[in-house]
């Protein structure tokens, strides 16, 4: 076991990696060099289980998991995988034996930029726990060099700079020149003694970049394969030589355009161009190299369904189906009807969203400019359904769009939701007609998150207290937390448990004083809403409710307010203006309540730059209240929620998403629930002039909108935000108005509940032991058995 390693060889190790790796002898060495040299050996530990893996996968031929994802939002791995290898001792004794500050060490690593939000987490989460399992299974996405982007806020409004987290080695990956495939973009499809040939006219080349995931204790590793854009011919030196510089370098330059940023803007053809060309990039450079592995051990092309399982992360890699029915069709000869059902049987897709317009849907004019033979193909398969099914009212092309969704569900053997709310209601909205056609496809297999990050590594003074009380076992099996629930009603231990939550507060008031100037209040209540920005998660009913709150304490200033401290992060995607908007308007408020010397020692408002998996780790041991506040009906699940939970946060939401089995397994009690159930929001939405009305039946509503409106939070610039009034005021699609005297009233419960610390405590405690089903490596087991068929090699050959 790599736990067993001595200190003194770790140390050794570290030496060595600094002097021959890095060449850096340790009188000269930067925290940097040693942060790489601990790398190094971290790494090395992790290729011996990598290596042993991947040969006993090969000998047992057993069906793989291969994951195909536009994100992976892994954060910061050197701690994640010193933890998983239980080396945390003899590493941390290793660097303070040099001098070194650990933290600092740890700190050192930039997170990578390979992700956004919930959706690249959960899959982060689900490459851990696959390998936690011994699930043979490769992860598979786009190296991206500049991420989403570094945000940063100007005069309140958001900022966007490149991440530019691979400036410096990228210790954990291994570049595989060897993988290479060329993939053609556009031209045309011609006909060749009767069959249809596609005869490209550009091409590019995927790269294939290799980081292995390592499971808990190390007993097994998994690969996250990550393509990168490249020239078929990356300088052209006639060009060069005749004084044309840049243009020598043009091909190299687009083919890195591909894998350069993380959802490119897409308001205009050119941004929708580059999004979809990454869809088909990654996804097709990933079913080549599925099928080269496949091909290595066996000839007949039937068998995939029974060796290779694929899982669509969202509508994102949809591309991949008509992909391998045209290389299993047009390059290996199979009948057009066997390789549509050789795909299906490998196919599967998670759902994420039951926005109807978040359902990826492309130009017909743009579809087939990019990739004509893949327009074809759809076509067929939607007509051989159409034909099979002749009274179906949805189809994966119409209206001018080739929909992506409806041909996920099309070529999926099985088509899962993320929470038992969101699988009910896709199949009675935006699948309703599919799941009529097949009603045995949808299946649900609620979210989880690995606890390994998301409370053992993040959170240090809870993960020892927990294991001081029932043992280590907790980490590999989560639901062994309930075996806390004697220990809830122990004065003791709560006193213990409450003092946890205390000092991570105080040292994220240490941080905050630091890194932003401003003073917390640390007995507070940190109300913590952290997510990304949009309309229906509703982070401008959380300022406006701060707004309110505000006003009320400036009017009854001796009252006796419990005090609150509101903080927010997440980021708007660049062309969401509306987002954007409520990001400034958060910022506003922000400074103007934090600078109300009347009210700043009850109430303070901050919104935390740059949002990302190391600051999520700092937020989530310190939240009191999780915020959870999505409409009813439009969450899929969240994964947040669960964090929260998980690390002893009380959960103010609605019946949205996995909301609702959070509550159902910490008990009601233990959960402040407000607002219209996904029923009724429907029903709320016909109602004539609802939010005008809602508006002017509240009092506190009405007057929280009329100082954004009249300018107190926008001095000199009453109309700057007139958007966001309008909207409350008239479409209100979101609900927000319909909410609010609901929200307003489960805030001031909590106000009252939190004023009893023990009973506070208690709550805390009882969200953190019953939270133990939320674990990622019980959503992995289900997917193994409901939609994959795939088996763990840790105890079977």
Not at 628 to 650: D, P, R
Not at 663 to 676: D, I, P, T
Request: charged share 25%; aromatic share 10%.
């Amino acid at each position: 076991m790599a736990k067993d390693m001595p200190t003194t060889e770790f140390r050794d190790a570290i030496l060595r990696h600094l002097t021959y790796t890095l060449g850096k002898d340790p009188e000269h060495a930067q925290v940097f060099d040693w942060r790489l040299a601990l790398s190094h050996v971290v790494r090395d530990r992790i290729v011996d289980r990598w290596m042993e893996s991947t040969r006993r996968t090969y000998r047992a031929d057993p069906k793989r998991v291969y994951y195909l994802s536009m994100e992976f939002l892994i954060g910061r791995l050197l701690e994640d995988n010193i933890a998983n290898l239980q080396l945390a001792d003899q590493a941390r004794a290793a660097i303070e034996g040099f001098g070194l500050n650990w933290d600092a060490v740890l700190r050192d690593e930039p997170d990578a930029a390979l992700g956004n939000g919930g959706l690249g987490r959960l899959a982060a989460c689900f490459m851990e726990s696959l390998a936690t399992l011994g699930c043979p299974a490769y992860g598979y996405g786009i190296r991206y060099e500049n991420g989403l982007f570094r945000q940063s806020f100007v005069d309140g409004r958001q900022h966007e700079a490149p991440e530019d987290w691979l400036r410096q080695p990228n210790v954990w990956e291994f570049e595989r020149p060897e993988s290479r495939f060329t993939l053609g973009f556009g031209g045309e499809v011609v006909t060749r003694d009767g069959k249809a040939l596609w005869q490209p006219e550009d091409f590019v080349q995927a790269e294939a970049f290799d980081t292995p995931v390592v499971g808990w204790k190390g007993d097994w590793a998994n690969t996250l394969r990550l393509w990168a854009g490249r020239a078929v011919d990356p300088f052209d030196l006639a060009r060069f030589n005749a004084g044309d510089f840049a243009a020598a370098a043009e091909a190299e330059a687009l083919a890195r355009t591909i894998s350069r940023v993380l959802y490119p803007e897409d308001s205009t053809e050119k941004g929708k161009r580059l999004r979809l060309t990454q869809e088909y990039f990654f996804s097709a450079a990933s079913i080549r190299d599925i099928l080269r592995r496949f091909e290595q051990d066996h000839t007949d092309l039937r068998l995939l369904p029974q060796r290779v399982a694929i899982q669509m992360n969202d509508t994102h890699p949809a591309v991949a189906a008509p992909e391998l029915v045209r290389i299993l069709h047009d390059e290996r000869g199979l009948p057009f009807d066997e390789a549509v059902g050789i795909t299906r049987g490998c196919v599967n897709y998670t759902n994420h969203t039951l926005l109807p317009e978040a359902l990826e849907s492309w130009g017909e004019a743009l579809f087939a400019s990019l990739l004509p033979r893949h327009l074809q193909i759809i076509d067929r398969i939607d007509e051989a359904d159409a034909k099979a099914h002749p009274d179906r009212r949805n189809a994966a092309r119409s209206d001018g769009k080739v929909r992506m969704g409806e041909l996920s569900f099309i070529m999926s053997n099985r088509v899962n939701g993320v929470s038992a709310l969101h699988t009910g209601l896709m199949k009675t909205t935006v699948f309703a007609d599919q799941n009529r056609i097949w009603p045995d496809r949808i299946v649900n297999e609620t979210n989880g998150v690995t606890p390994r990050r998301w409370l053992h590594s993040c959170n240090p003074r809870l993960s020892r207290l927990i294991t001081e009380s029932i043992g280590e076992g907790w980490v590999a099996d989560l639901e062994q937390l309930a075996r806390l629930e004697p220990l809830v009603e122990d004065a003791d231990w709560l006193a213990r448990f409450a003092r946890v939550k205390a000092d991570n507060k105080a040292d994220l008031c240490d941080w905050v004083a630091r890194e932003h100037g401003l003073m917390l209040n640390p007995e507070a209540i940190f109300d913590i809403q952290i997510k990304r920005i949009h309309e229906y998660k509703r982070q401008h009913l959380n300022i406006l409710e701060a707004i309110a709150l505000w006003q009320e304490m400036r009017e009854n200033p001796s009252s006796d307010w419990t005090p609150r401290v509101k903080i927010f992060g997440g980021k708007a995607a660049p062309g969401y203006f509306f987002a954007k908007d409520i990001i400034r308007l958060i910022n506003d408020v922000a400074a103007v309540i934090n600078a109300d010397a009347a009210t700043n020692e009850k109430l303070q408002v901050i919104y935390l730059p740059n949002y990302n998996v190391t600051l999520a780790e700092r937020l989530i041991p310190t939240a009191d209240l999780s915020e959870q506040i999505s409409t009813a009906g439009k969450e899929a699940s969240g994964t947040g929620n669960m964090k929260l939970a998980l690390n002893g946060a009380v959960t103010i939401g609605t019946l949205d998403g996995a909301n609702v089995e959070i509550r159902e397994r910490v008990g009601a009690r233990n959960f402040f629930l407000f607002g219209l159930t996904a029923e009724e929001a429907e029903a709320r939405r016909t109602v004539p002039d609802h939010a005008a009305k809602a508006v002017a039946g509240d009092p506190r509503l009405s007057r929280a909108i009329e100082a954004i409106r009249s300018g107190t939070f926008s001095p000199g610039e009453p109309d700057r935000y007139a958007g966001i009034v309008q909207n409350l005021t008239q479409s209100d699609y979101f609900l927000v108005a319909s909410d609010f005297a609901d929200y307003w009233r489960a805030q001031r419960e909590v106000d009252f509940a939190y004023a009893d610390h023990e009973g506070w405590a208690r709550m805390a405690a009882w969200n953190m032991t019953r939270s133990g089903w939320f674990s990622s490596d019980r959503t992995i087991r289900g997917y193994m058995q409901d939609i994959w068929g795939a088996r763990s090699l840790l105890t079977q050959e």
